[in-house]
């Protein structure tokens, strides 16, 4: 059995100077690169040539850039980098700290070339095969990816058997500081999943968001943007952590049926109480998992009063600590039973029409803040947007759960949707199909948190980026022993969990 675990990168930008050769030598050289200064210089120096390539390549004799382009293409591809190449290298160093296996793949050279392009497909295909993770950077155009990169998604989308269950993470560079950045990650992150690959954003370091964001405009600017580099790291660390976790599950598995909690925030008379009780808690899933309904759409849940300290106090993982503690308040009862899932299937009703609607869901979503900045109570969960959706629903409501719950530093599974029509469940086989597969990933990350809570939690520190008063509370001596002591008991959490709860077969 390897132990290896790889990385495949691809640069989605067609300015793009690696290629051919130049992407081993660029992996050798990333391997060189032993210190963060080190990575630094060396981004600063790849995206210094890149702008002079681009000079050198007509620029000074002021050729148009399509003869610029061209001169650029019959370089030897083995200097330089592009300004998501640059972010993209930061990712893959981040991994290579890690102990992760590398590999660099062009877009530009695979569809942006037609000389050998059948080889060159089957070529990259065998890459994707052996890669467990794909971390792919490129530029925003348009608030969305690039050609390269849609490209690079449809060869999935006829392949996808390549990449189940593999794990994805993105890198984009904008010209604006808001240029597009997120929705690109959000939009590559949904057609990903949807292929059956599972989604990390960056890590907690940065600011565990969905990935890497770059603000560079004109060739060889993002070296000046440490913050998008940083972000970048993030996603390289992160999707590297969890490669590492899944890796560490061979030989191992639960005792028992993973617990999965059916959290439902949204119903209309009933509905998904009923669909959810007969359609998986008392189906023949119940043999498979151990589902735990928290039925919230008849609780009282208040809004969150955004507190400049958050949460209360830092203590035992254990123990609820947001600021409301009203008995009318479903939150302080809900609080053990939520951390203590192996796996989260999160929503409920989708509508067309919102009469008789209940929802919880928004109060729901703001108040797991807490959770977030208890260094991120909910690290490491398998999370999937459950939904019964009215046909003709238009709430975007898997959506918004994604975005939201990868904040909690989770990992993203493709959501399971129910369509209805005329009070009938018309995709039924197909839904429970993709449930039945929810719970064998469930299970494995289950095991994998488990492990990797238990003997490799460094420190899931949640990081205040953007809150002054935050962050001077967090530098206090008494705040930074209370957290190593809090860390120290989640360990202990799971090590007692691993005894108690997984078994190995090897
Ligand atoms: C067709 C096109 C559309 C673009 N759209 C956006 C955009 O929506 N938002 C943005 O911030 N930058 C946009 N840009 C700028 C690029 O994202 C930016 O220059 C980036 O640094 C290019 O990265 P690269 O050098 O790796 O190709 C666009 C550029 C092009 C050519």
Same mark, same amino acid.
């Given at each position: 059995m390897s132990n290896t675990v790889k990385l495949l990168g691809v640069s989605g930008s067609l300015r793009n100077l690696r290629h051919g050769k130049g992407s081993d030598i660029l992996v050798e050289e990333i391997n060189q690169i032993h210190t963060r200064e080190h990575l630094i210089e060396y981004l600063s120096s790849q995206a210094q040539i890149c702008l002079s390539s681009f000079i050198e390549a007509g620029r000074k004799d002021n050729k148009s850039f399509d003869k610029i382009l061209k001169n650029l293409k019959r370089l030897p591809g083995v200097n330089g980098l592009s300004n998501s190449e640059v972010l993209l290298v930061a990712g893959l160093w981040a991994a290579k700290q890690n102990n992760v296996e590398i590999e660099h793949v062009s877009l530009s050279d695979i569809f942006g070339n037609e000389k050998n392009a059948k080889e060159k497909i089957y070529s990259f295909l065998n890459k994707i095969k052996e890669a467990n993770g794909i971390l792919v950077s490129g530029p925003v155009y348009f608030g969305d990816r690039g050609s390269l990169t849609h490209d690079f998604l449809q060869l999935l989308r006829v392949n996808s058997k390549l990449v189940k269950d593999k794990v994805f993470a993105g890198i984009t560079v904008g010209a604006k500081r808001n240029g597009g950045q997120e929705t690109t990650l959000i939009y590559q992150m949904l057609d990903f999943i949807n292929i059956g690959m599972l989604a990390v954003g960056n890590d907690a370091?940065?600011?565990?968001?969905?990935?890497?964001?770059?603000?560079?405009?004109?060739?060889?600017?993002?070296?000046?943007?440490?913050?998008?580099?940083?972000?970048?790291?993030?996603?390289?660390?992160?999707?590297?952590?969890?490669?590492?976790?899944?890796?560490?599950?061979?030989?191992?598995?639960?005792?028992?049926?993973?617990?999965?909690?059916?959290?439902?925030?949204?119903?209309?008379?009933?509905?998904?109480?009923?669909?959810?009780?007969?359609?998986?808690?008392?189906?023949?899933?119940?043999?498979?998992?151990?589902?735990?309904?928290?039925?919230?759409?008849?609780?009282?849940?208040?809004?969150?009063?955004?507190?400049?300290?958050?949460?209360?106090?830092?203590?035992?993982?254990? /123990? =609820?600590?947001? #600021? !409301?503690?009203?008995?009318? &308040?479903?939150?302080?009862?809900?609080? +053990?039973?939520? %951390?203590?899932?192996?796996?989260?299937?999160?929503?409920?009703?989708?509508?067309?029409?919102?009469?008789?609607?209940?929802?919880?869901?928004?109060?729901?979503?703001?108040?797991?803040?807490?959770?977030?900045?208890?260094?991120?109570?909910?690290?490491?969960?398998?999370?999937?947007?459950?939904?019964?959706?009215?046909?003709?629903?238009?709430?975007?409501?898997?959506?918004?759960?994604?975005?939201?719950?990868?904040?909690?530093?989770?990992? /993203? =599974?493709?959501? #399971? !949707?129910?369509?209805?029509? &005329?009070?009938?469940?018309?995709?039924? +086989?197909?839904? %429970?199909?993709?449930?039945?597969?929810?719970?064998?990933?469930?299970?494995?990350?289950?095991?994998?948190?488990?492990?990797?809570?238990?003997?490799?939690?460094?420190?899931?520190?949640?990081?205040?980026?953007?809150?002054?008063?935050?962050?001077?509370?967090?530098?206090?001596?008494?705040?930074?022993?209370?957290?190593?002591?809090?860390?120290?008991?989640?360990?202990?959490?799971?090590?007692?969990?691993?005894?108690?709860?997984?078994?190995?077969?090897?």
């Open positions: 370091e940065s600011t565990a968001q969905y990935g890497g964001t770059g603000h560079a405009g004109d060739v060889g600017d993002i070296a000046k943007d440490y913050y998008g580099i940083n972000t970048a790291i993030g996603t390289g660390n992160r999707i590297s952590n969890v490669l590492k976790m899944i890796n560490s599950t061979k030989d191992t598995a639960l005792k028992k049926k993973p617990k999965i909690g059916i959290i439902v925030l949204q119903d209309k008379n009933n509905k998904v109480l009923n669909y959810v009780k007969k359609t998986i808690i008392n189906s023949y899933l119940s043999k498979v998992a151990d589902f735990r309904l928290l039925y919230l759409v008849n609780e009282s849940i208040k809004s969150c009063i955004a507190c400049d300290i958050c949460p209360t106090e830092v203590d035992d993982d254990r /123990i =609820y600590r947001c #600021i !409301i503690k009203s008995k009318k &308040d479903v939150f302080s009862s809900i609080h +053990e039973e939520m %951390i203590d899932f192996d796996a989260i299937l999160i929503g409920g009703f989708s509508p067309e029409n919102y009469e008789s609607l209940k929802s919880v869901y928004q109060k729901f979503m703001e108040r797991t803040r807490y959770l977030r900045r208890s260094d991120y109570l909910l690290s490491n969960y398998l999370v999937v947007p459950l939904i019964f959706k009215d046909v003709n629903s238009r709430e975007n409501l898997e959506t918004r759960i994604i975005t939201s719950m990868i904040r909690h530093h989770t990992i /993203i =599974y493709s959501p #399971i !949707i129910f369509n209805e029509l &005329d009070n009938r469940l018309i995709n039924f +086989e197909k839904a %429970i199909g993709d449930l039945e597969q929810f719970v064998e990933m469930a299970k494995k990350i289950a095991v994998g948190r488990i492990k990797y809570n238990a003997t490799a939690l460094e420190y899931e520190h949640y990081n205040p980026v953007g809150y002054t008063l935050s962050s001077a509370k967090d530098k206090d001596f008494t705040t930074i022993q209370k957290r190593k002591t809090a860390m120290n008991k989640r360990r202990v959490r799971f090590k007692q969990m691993l005894t108690r709860r997984v078994i190995y077969n090897g």
